[in-house]
């Protein structure tokens, strides 16, 4: 892979690196103590997800680069991207859990226009989506259930 496939790759971790702090520090103190579903996923598989998600999209700009992407396929991979990085400062850093809700329907919209864009300029591109939706289809699912749970912004500490 040439250096530029390697940058790509690696720029949606950008925001992760910020994210995945924020989300440490309100694991115990917080997040721990809300109302979850029993059909979430451990605490521990977040990040080798996130990392193969991040990977994988990063490595699908540099293919639809590399083919000529348009201003629309830029777009909507910047727009997917910046609602990927919002989400968890609105939940875990704001503990705004109905904002997050609604941001995530917002990023699961974006993903999936940009994953069908993506294949309609290469296929693997595209294709490199279909677990990033799916992903998100489950984090949207659990997002919501939270907030059904627990109210609006939650302070389990003090409820």
Known sequence: MSLQG??????????????????????KGWYEHLERPTWRPPNW???????SLYAGMGYASYL???????????????SQLA??????????????VKLA????VALWLSVGACGLKFYSINK??????APYLAWVSLASALTYNIWKKNGDKPDPKTE
């Open 45 to 51: 598989a977040f990040g080798p997800v996130w990392t």
């Open 83 to 96: 609602l990927n990085w919002a989400w968890t400062p609105i939940f875990f850093g704001s503990h705004n």
């Open 6 to 27: 390697v940058i790509a790759t690696l720029v949606p971790f950008a925001g992760a690196i910020p994210g995945s702090i924020i989300t440490k520090n309100n694991i």
């Open 124 to 129: 693997t591109a595209g294709l490199l989506f």
């Open 101 to 104: 809700f609604y941001e995530i």
């Open 64 to 78: 639809i680069y590399k083919d000529g992407a348009d201003p629309t396929a830029i777009g909507l991979y910047a």
